[in-house]
């Protein structure tokens, strides 16, 4: 953002970045609450700090991951298989990684929204993460407590859902959501 000071001379804004604001806010947060109650603060960082370790090695996955695709995927083979012209091969792709992806969701927010930013279709975002719902690792067990037809009929209404969603979510217009 450029501005004219009363010289006439322009000079440059910098718009200070939201997570330094987060982090900014969160430290007055954690000084006034140690300033209120200082035990309570001191349990409240512990806890953080212990939260932080936990999440640490899911965060190196999660980096690991975005390495790998950065070095593997390439903006030429989102753009052909989950681009805007893929069509229902992009929405089969999808699907299927949904299906097949495991681990913690919120891995998985990052990685899509790289694909995304690489030219990935909102609606096949939203279908990957309906079809996540279907867990194949889980599947035997679905059988043993409700059985086949349950299962089956489970699983079918959420891969065909999770179609639904994705074709709404683009004909709804998800791609002007974003910032």
């Known amino acids: 953002m450029k501005k004219q ?42 806890f953080s700090t212990k939260m932080l370790f936990r999440i640490l090695p899911i965060l190196a996955v999660v980096c690991g991951f975005m390495l790998l695709n950065n070095l593997l995927v390439r903006p030429s083979w989102v753009k052909n298989h989950v681009g805007r012209d893929s069509g229902i091969k992009g929405m089969a792709i999808a699907v299927l990684g949904g299906v097949l992806s495991m681990g913690p969701i919120y891995v998985w927010y990052e990685i899509l929204r790289d694909l995304q930013g690489k030219g990935m279709r909102s609606g096949l975002v939203a279908a990957f993460l309906y079809a996540r719902g279907v867990k194949p690792q889980l599947l035997p067990l679905m059988v043993l407590y409700f059985g086949w037809i349950y299962t089956v009929v489970l699983s079918f209404f959420l891969i065909f859902f999770s179609l639904i969603v994705g074709t709404l979510s683009e004909r709804l217009g998800a791609d002007t959501l974003k910032e």
């Open 5 to 46: 000071d009363s010289c006439g001379a322009l000079q440059t804004r910098q718009k200070i970045p939201r997570p330094i604001i987060f982090l900014l806010v969160v430290l007055v947060i954690y000084c006034g609450a140690f300033l209120l109650e200082p035990e309570r603060a001191l349990v409240a960082l512990e």
